[in-house]
């Protein structure tokens, strides 16, 4: 051999380049092994690519970068060339009883790329040699151990080799650095990891370092229009806030599966998962403070441009014109934009603050929850009623109800404006939900303070347009000339109130039947009877008084509404559908039937106008009676804490929430808030995705 | 007497719940309790040992990362200066019938005569009810309780995770060090590192 030649100059260099070249395959009882490289002969200073590919006996297994709960990730040492890290092929999931490991069965290829040596002399050999360790394991685990080398001619000119379509090949199944962004937010089981790809059905994570999340934890996916997201409990070894959670994210789509290298830091505050109360604490590593707050400020920017929106909803625009015509007339209102502000902004606290106290009694709030209340929905009615008979010209709001007892015009004005601002978010509520989803969902799983602050923020877009106009002049320019218009425009928007307050009471039907609508009606009677009375008698203090008895009086009325037993109204535009029950679900799932469950209210307005548009259209029902789908309808109008847990368990706050559960499916893929009737035919539609296998 | 009564089925419900799921054993928190039978048929509880400071050892006889540590003499050399300090060191078997690791009580004893090994006792685990209690998921796999009953130490024997004897000089060990830090009344630095080793051979 021309390298023996060599041999006293090689020992000074290298001593174990002094042995023949390793053979380039081996195999051990369970493992046969062997490298393959991309080139036939090497360039001094070149990079080029070597695999080894690991040809593992079936049912047996080797272990990936992390091994998970047990195991041994594979190692390979190399001497006679610089070795870059090992890139590791998507691994799989090997659940043996409760341990969860994570590696390859088959033929994995692991990929190294190598450096020739510079000083490596044409005409010579490149014989760099690997010591290969691995554990495989089927029920029990070996260690075993190989030699394996190369002996490639080292040439001027590099050499493709014929195996290089071999390599590529592999190099497929490494995943790549994700071509989109993750979000980490800390969540009470750990953390949830996040991504805009949409029409997930499957994933899961793989954390690159053992104890960064609880290997045999099920990571709960969410899948939304805008991306998914996946429950991540943190393992005994979590990340410490602000250092990078690195891993490979598998996502299943229609498109099939994909593989992505992904990190993010660690938020602040995340949980520490089940098995490691109070390990961390002495060495945490200080947080870059910009990170920290990753989570919060985009729900604050959410909820400040869903309160902008909510100014344009149909509930809410007439009580804003209100006012809005008001700056029409007069001069500076400066005063009266801050008293609005801090009108929508005190009702939005207050509204925080009840979900805080029933959150800190241990009750399951979602939101709207406010409309599980018939009293609730009863008082709104009559409010927008009021609203209504206000712009019709019964009376003038501010004047005689905001600021009874006050005879300063001036802080009438400012009392009028402050409940103004109180009533445009009381009638925001309804609106919010469609709009609001994710902040609010974000912010009742915050601590009270972030709560707060979202529903601040909310309460700030609600309350800006007003204020804009209110602080700046040029703006008011922007709103029409005043003029006889305007008493008929106001008239005008009576209407949308009264048709409102029809919505309201048949909402209010649902919960307590006809005697509660009854109720409810006869109230409206004795507001507008009151009212007139106040007119007629010339808005004497006799009229004024016997105006608010009789509002009074009709509040009184509410107490008399008592809901009526669960009986679930299906609803006229779901004939087919069976009412919700957990238990129905798991019974039709044992059968391995498809199930398809709508969690609905009749004051969720997204709710309805989805069954509308997309769940009782033909198309749609065909698709289901085709598909033998059973349609189950579980009703949240009043409060029920079955649904609010299964809400709560598909991370959401309120309804709507579309479940679909594939025949032998492992977990319901969650549809949009927002459904088309092609999309909800294409979800039930697809094929189950099969679990991975193990 | 009631208080035995309570504090009896409380323990049952302990063993008896994490019959699924790996629980888990959290440091600095109560080591949860337990009652198992030993190889020479006895029958212990953690809460006897209260007052002393106890190390559980996972072990299955056949898995090479066990053989590592029994194959140098490492465990019992570990096991002999425990003993002298006072420490009660008890095996946990918990692979299932079939199994590899699974013995009976006379196999186990006589392994540990043959290996020159001295725990204090062997607890026989067949049905995995105490390495699903503390969340095993290694041999070995080590747990440290402090003589109050709470959790001290759980991981890895020491810090190299090989099958490989010669790693063993160079390894950080783990449990010695907790050991060590225990006696001398100070806080354990290293309190949760990973386990390494072959899986708990559990009934699946």
Known sequence: ?694 | MKMNLLRRSLIAAAVAMPALALANANVDAAAPAFSATTADGKTVNLADYKGKTVVLEWTNHDCPYVKKHYGSGNMQTQQKAAAAQGVVWLQVISSAPGQQGFVDGAAAQKLNTDRGAVPAATLLDPKGELGKLYGAQTTPHLYVVKADGTLAYKGGIDSIASADKNDIAKAEPYVTQALAAIAAGRKVEKASTRPYGCSVKYAS
């Not at chain 1, 209504?388 to 009874?404: K, N």
Request: proline share 8%; glycine share 10%; hydrophobic share 50%.
């Open chain 1, 1 to 694: 051999m021309l390298s023996f030649l060599r041999l006293p100059l090689l020992a000074l260099l290298a001593a174990p380049l002094l042995a023949l070249a390793a053979p380039p395959e081996a195999a051990t009882e369970h493992v046969k092994a062997r490298l393959v490289a991309s080139h036939s002969a090497v360039a001094p200073g070149q990079r080029f690519t070597v695999a080894l590919e690991q040809d593992i006996k079936s049912h047996w297994h080797t272990y990936w970068l992390n091994p998970g709960d047990s195991g041994q990730a594979t190692t390979i040492a190399w001497t006679g060339a610089e070795a870059g890290p090992i890139q590791w092929p998507t691994p799989s999931v090997q659940a043996i009883g409760p341990i969860v490991n994570y590696g390859y069965e088959g033929r994995p290829a692991l990929l190294v790329e190598l450096t020739v040596p510079a000083d490596a002399k044409p005409g010579g050999r490149f014989q760099p040699t690997a010591e290969v360790r691995w554990l495989v394991c089927k029920d029990v685990c070996i260690p075993e151990q190989v030699t394996l080398g190369l002996d490639l001619p080292v040439a001027a000119e590099a050499k493709a080799s014929a195996d290089t379509a071999q390599i590529d090949e592999w190099r497929a199944a490494i995943p790549k650095p994700a071509p989109f962004a993750v979000q980490l937010k800390a969540a009470p089981q750990g953390f949830t990891l996040s991504g805009p790809t949409a029409g997930v059905s499957k994933a899961y994570f793989f954390a690159d370092t053992w104890g960064a999340v609880a290997h045999s934890a099920p990571q709960a996916l969410k899948a939304e229009a805008g991306g998914w997201a996946l429950d991540l409990p943190a393992g005994d070894e979590p990340v410490a806030a602000g250092k990078p959670l690195s891993g490979v994210i598998v996502l299943m789509t229609s498109a099939g599966q994909q593989a992505w290298t992904v990190s993010a830091p660690m938020p602040e505050g995340a949980g520490k998962g089940p098995g490691a109360a109070g390990v961390e604490a002495p060495t945490a590593a200080p947080a870059a403070p910009p990170q920290s707050d990753l989570g919060l400020l985009p729900a604050l920017a959410l909820a400040l441009v869903g309160g902008l929106i909510l100014n344009l909803m149909p509930c809410v625009f007439p009580v804003l014109s209100i006012k809005a015509l008001a700056l029409v007339r007069e001069g500076n209102h400066k005063a009266e934009g801050l008293a609005y502000t801090a009108g929508v902004l005190a009702s939005f606290a207050l509204l925080a603050a009840v979900l805080i106290v029933l959150r800190a009694g241990g009750q399951q709030v979602g939101w709207g929850f406010q409309f599980h209340s018939p009293v609730f929905v009863l008082v709104v009615a009559y409010l927008l009623f009021l609203v209504g008979l206000s712009l019709s010209g019964l009376f003038e709001i501010g004047g005689s109800i905001a600021g009874v007892g006050s005879s300063l015009a001036a802080k009438q004005g400012l009392a009028g404006s402050f409940f103004t601002g109180v009533l445009a978010a009381v009638v925001a509520t309804p609106c919010t939900a469609p709009f609001m989803g994710a902040a609010l969902a974000f912010a009742l799983s915050q601590p009270a303070a972030v709560l707060l602050a979202v529903f601040l923020a909310l309460g700030l877009g609600l309350a800006l347009p007003f204020l804009v106009l209110a602080f700046w002049p040029a703006a008011q320019r922007w709103l029409p000339r005043p003029g006889a218009w305007m008493d008929k425009f106001k008239q005008f928007l009576a209407f949308p109130m009264y048709a409102a307050v029809v919505w309201l009471l048949w909402v209010l039907a649902q919960q307590t039947g006809p005697d509660g609508v009854a109720l409810a009606l006869f109230g409206l009677v004795l507001i507008a009877f009151g009212l007139w009375w106040r007119n007629a008698s010339g808005a004497s203090a006799v009229g004024t008084v016997a105006a608010v008895a009789s509002v009074v009086l009709a509040l009184g009325v509410s107490v008399l509404i008592k809901p009526v037993a669960a009986d679930l109204r299906a609803g006229s535009a779901n004939e087919a559908a069976e009412a919700y029950s957990a238990e129905r679900v798991a019974e039709l799932r044992a059968q391995n039937k498809p199930v398809f469950v709508n969690l609905t209210a009749s004051w969720c307005i997204s709710c309805l106008v989805n069954e509308r548009v997309a769940l009782s259209r033909p198309e749609v029902k065909d698709a289901f009676a085709k598909a033998g789908i059973v349609y189950l309808k579980g009703d949240w109008t009043r409060e029920d804490p079955a649904i609010t847990a299964v809400l709560k368990a598909h991370g959401r706050s309120g309804v709507p929430l579309y479940l679909y559960y594939a025949p032998g499916a492992a977990e319901a893929q969650v549809l949009p808030q927002i459904l088309t009737p092609g999309l909800v035919i294409e979800a039930v539609s697809s094929p189950a995705t099969p679990r991975s296998s193990t």
